[in-house]
């Protein structure tokens, strides 16, 4: 029984010039390694103290690790369904002014028109969410007041408890709850995998 691995130390140390050759007294003192050992990997506990590693076990060692890597690299991730609710609200003053649109998540806010524009996510919502409009970027602009008048955002939880204790957000703004596919996709319905 080996024991569980405490260190390894490189073939480096041990070579004339290395700390542990003139840690050991140099010279005579220190015996040489055999020339394909790449690494002395010393245990503690256990019957063997230490193991020689040599060359091909280490490279056999790394593309073993590699080929594995690869293999969860390449893998298909899962699709991925969050519940979400769209949020509309409109910025006043002079920097930054107008209404935006974000998908909120548990984990994380994807705006649809902040900093870029998110084509097929407000091409999504709009097919679900229509309120009149076609469902077309170019509409997108007019759809978000019409969201917050249709959907403002509510404060209490539907048993009529408050939901948020804190100043009162005087901004324009609606919400509306469904789904997240993949971040590029938003459904009123959950949809399948």
Same mark, same amino acid.
């Given at each position: 029984m080996r024991g569980f691995l405490q260190t390894v130390i490189p /073939? =480096?140390? @041990? +070579?004339?010039?290395?700390?542990? !050759?003139?840690?050991?007294?140099?010279?005579g003192k220190c015996e040489p390694l055999p020339p394909n050992v790449a690494a002395v990997e010393v245990? =503690?506990?256990? +019957? %063997?103290? &230490?193991? !020689?590693?040599? @060359?091909?076990?280490?490279? %056999? /060692? /790394? &593309?073993?690790r590699q080929a594995e890597r690869m293999e969860r690299i390449r893998q298909p991730t899962e699709p991925t369904v969050l519940p979400c609710y769209v949020w509309t609200f409109l910025v006043p003053g002079d920097f930054y002014s107008g209404w935006y649109c974000y998908v909120v998540? &548990?984990?994380? =806010?994807? =705006?649809?028109n902040f900093r870029g524009f998110d084509e097929p996510l407000a091409?999504?919502?709009?097919n679900e969410i229509p309120l009149g409009f076609l469902p077309h970027t170019a509409n997108f602009d007019s759809w978000m007041p019409a969201f917050a008048r249709a959907y403002p955002r509510s404060r209490r939880w539907p048993n009529g408890k408050v939901l948020h204790r804190g100043k009162r957000d005087p901004r324009k703004a609606g919400t509306?709850?469904? @789904?997240?596919?993949? &971040?590029?996709?938003f459904s009123l319905e959950r949809p399948t995998l």
């Open positions: /073939r =480096a140390v @041990w +070579d004339p010039g290395g700390f542990g !050759y003139n840690f050991l007294g140099g010279q245990y =503690a506990g256990g +019957d %063997e103290k &230490r193991v !020689y590693v040599t @060359w091909d076990e280490l490279m %056999e /060692r /790394r &593309r073993t998540t &548990r984990h994380f =806010a994807d =705006a649809v091409l999504s919502i709009l509306f709850h469904g @789904w997240l596919k993949n &971040r590029s996709s």
